[in-house]
Structure formats: C-alpha cells, structure tokens
C-alpha cells in the first residue's frame, strides 16, 4: 500500500529545544495534515496545508507543504513538557476520491526532558 | 466548540460477540470515517461514509463489519464477530463538505477482544 515515511521515529529534547520532523511520500498530495496524539486520546489536529510551498503556524507550531508535493514537515520551537506526545503526518491520497480517507504515517514520538 | 464524541471508551468483549461502536459526529458534517489503530502501530482507515452509504473502505472493512447511520446524530460500527486481532482502538472522525480536507476525529473507543 501507499507509504507515509515519519522521521524521526522518535525524538528527546530538552525543554525550550526546537524540533523538526519531517514526512516524505512516494506519490504525491493535495493536502498534508498534521495531528498529535496523546496517550490513550484520538489525533488532534494541528495544522491542515492546502498547497504546495504554502507556509503556516499556529503558536509555536510551523509547517510546510513541500513544493515538490510528496513531502512536508513540522517544526515546533521553544518547546514545553505539554508537547509530549506522537505526531502524525497524514493525507489524502488523490486516489481516495471525494471519500478523502486518509493514509497517516508511522508517527514521530517525542519526549521533551525538563 | 464542536467536537466529535465516541461512546463507550472501552470495550471488553469476549471472542465472537458482537460489539457495536458509537459515533456522534460534528453537527452539520457530511463526510463519516472510522478509523482503528492496533497498539503502537499508526491510524489506519476503515471505511467512509456519505449521504446514508458506504463510499470507499479497506481491506480490513471485511463482512464482518458494517455501518450504520440510525438517524440524525449517531454513526455505528457494528463487529459482528469479534476476533483477537480485532483488539485496537477505533477513532471516528467527521469532515464537513466536499471541499473541506481537515477530518476531526473523536477520543476513540478502545475494544479488548479475550
């Protein structure tokens, strides 16, 4: 099946430390969707990007959409214990239709040590 | 503001008894998903729901699932016959128009088969 490739897997940081991650597809996407996980809880979107190039934030969180389409990636800075938690990258695939199921990737663990 | 909400958070079933999942997804949303995650593993698709029909689903959607939305408000995922490897987390999430990309999922209902 279509991939979604996270690195890194998992990541430790020290508190006030910026972190990147990144999401790379052999096909390409129309829409890249980052979300975090936190234990036991459903993914909680973060930042949606809708084409490529396009740059956003929120807070202390950016994210690109990759101008080539078949990647992007996360950044969050000056980070704090509450940004514990996995994140997934995730698209819909152009071959998902009007359904527009998403293919999620493996994730990126991320512990942040005070 | 509007969320998506998953009754019960968990499941304990034994082996071969049906479990239904409930849903209530964000009001005025069109577009109905049911996802499942095995434990440490990523959110994979299950199946896709629109306009009172299944749109796309996936491999693992085999017969012995199926959907149902019973009126207004729920959305269900019925497991007619549980099997072990049935045990996961299930996430529903909701989109709200044919144009709209973001998908909001629900905290998840966690289904133990023994």
């Known amino acids: 099946g279509q991939q979604l490739n996270q690195s890194p897997q998992s990541m430790f940081i020290q508190e006030g430390e910026d972190v990147s991650m990144n999401c790379t597809s052999s096909?390409?996407?129309?829409?890249w969707l980052w979300y975090k996980q936190d234990p036991g809880e459903g993914p909680v979107l973060l930042i949606a990007l809708y084409k490529a190039g396009e740059l956003t934030s929120n807070g202390r969180l950016t994210a690109q959409f990759g101008i080539t389409r078949k990647d992007s990636f996360l950044n969050i800075s000056a980070s704090i214990p509450s940004d514990v938690g996995i994140y997934f990258c995730?698209?819909?695939?152009?071959?998902?239709?009007?359904?527009?199921?998403?293919?999620f990737g493996s994730g990126t663990q991320l512990t942040v040590l005070p | 503001e509007p969320e998506v909400t998953q009754t019960p958070s968990h499941q304990v079933t034994q082996m071969g008894q049906e479990v239904i999942l409930r849903c209530v997804p964000i009001?005025?949303?069109?577009?109905f998903y049911w996802y499942r995650q095995i434990l440490g593993q990523k959110v994979e698709f299950l199946v896709s729901f629109y306009n009172n029909e299944i749109s796309e689903k996936s491999e693992i959607f085999d017969d012995q699932f199926s959907v149902e939305r019973p009126d207004g408000s729920n959305f269900t995922l019925k497991i007619r016959s549980t099997k072990l490897e049935d045990s996961a987390m299930y996430f529903c999430a909701s989109r709200g128009t044919f144009t709209s990309r973001e998908q909001y999922f629900g905290p998840g209902t966690r289904l133990t088969v023994t």
């Open positions: 096909s390409i996407f129309n829409t």
């Open positions: 009001s005025n949303h069109l577009y």
């Open positions: 995730a698209g819909p695939l152009p071959i998902s239709g009007s359904a527009r199921q998403l293919t």
